[in-house]
């Protein structure tokens, strides 16, 4: 449990709180003897930095509480959005807030960003990133070290020419939302790495198997990251548009094909009704 959770279950959310009284730190401390009562293991030290943030950085825990995103991020709740149409703004500086969540909640932030990598759930931490300017900076370094190895290990795999089977580990980069995320951090490093992403995927030296299931949706969905290179920002674009040609052409020729044979069916189909009621008729 973490100072978000405790202050959302203690229920001190007032609409339009400007200020924390004593009587929200009564409700601190009778809620953490519930929470301890259902869960010997809750650290009592989540009351104290609840205490601690309400006292001394009043501001930007109001900020928290107002900020729909932040706030059910870390009280793991899912409150609309008419819970945070408050008449009044809390002022707290980006980087005042940063350093209040590197204090009080950069462990629930580690933790998250680990487990959705782990389970290649780029959209979530997508969503998070919608106020990345209040996330501490060494939290979105590790998440940048992290999805970078991602695509190391994809191009590892490939130089040791992997089997269909194997290719299940990266199956991702045929998936927009991880380009998305590697956007958040791009750089000449990452255009390199996607650069000899492409270049492995169009080799020769890939599996054919891998390359006919992996190289046109990787080419569509490596589109979407935003490079620093306009060289290779042109050439994503052009590579994605090849492959719609490409793909849309292929698609018509299969739709061609099974109409000729269904017309080769059907005429069969009706010759053979005719010989049949020209015996009948007989």
């Not at 269909?164 to 939302?177: A, G, L, P, Q, Y």
């Not at 299969?254 to 010759?271: D, K, R």
């Amino acid at each position: 449990m973490n100072i978000i959770e405790l202050f959302e279950n203690a229920g001190i959310y007032k609409e339009n709180a400007t200020r924390f009284t004593f009587d929200d730190t009564v409700k601190i401390q009778k809620q953490i003897e519930i929470e301890r009562s259902q869960n010997p293991n809750i650290d009592g030290a989540t009351a104290t930095n609840l205490t601690l943030a309400m006292n001394d950085y009043p501001k930007e825990l109001l900020f928290i509480s107002g900020n729909r995103i932040l706030y059910n991020f870390f009280a793991k709740k899912n409150h609309s959005r008419t819970r945070f149409m408050s008449d009044i703004k809390n002022e707290a500086s980006p980087e005042a807030v940063k350093l209040f969540i590197d204090k009080f909640l950069s462990d629930d932030l580690n933790a998250f960003f680990d487990k959705k990598i782990t389970e290649n759930r780029f959209d979530d931490i997508e969503d998070l990133l919608v106020v990345k300017e209040y996330l501490p900076q060494n939290a979105l370094d590790k998440l940048n070290k992290k999805v970078s190895e991602k695509l190391d290990l994809v191009v590892e795999k490939l130089e040791k020419n992997p089997t269909i089977e194997d290719s299940i580990s990266f199956n991702f980069i045929k998936h927009r939302s991880f380009y998305d995320l590697l956007s958040h951090f791009r750089s000449l490093e990452n255009d390199e790495k996607i650069k000899k992403l492409m270049n492995l995927m169009s080799s020769t030296l890939v599996n054919f198997d891998i390359k006919i299931s992996f190289l046109n949706p990787m080419m569509l969905a490596m589109s979407n990251y935003k490079a620093v290179d306009n060289d290779l920002a042109n050439l994503l674009k052009s590579n994605k548009d090849d492959t719609i040609v490409r793909t849309q052409k292929t698609s018509g020729n299969s739709s061609s094909a099974l109409s000729t044979g269904s017309m080769i069916v059907l005429a069969i189909v009706v010759i053979r009704l005719i010989l049949l009621m020209v015996r009948c008729s007989r």
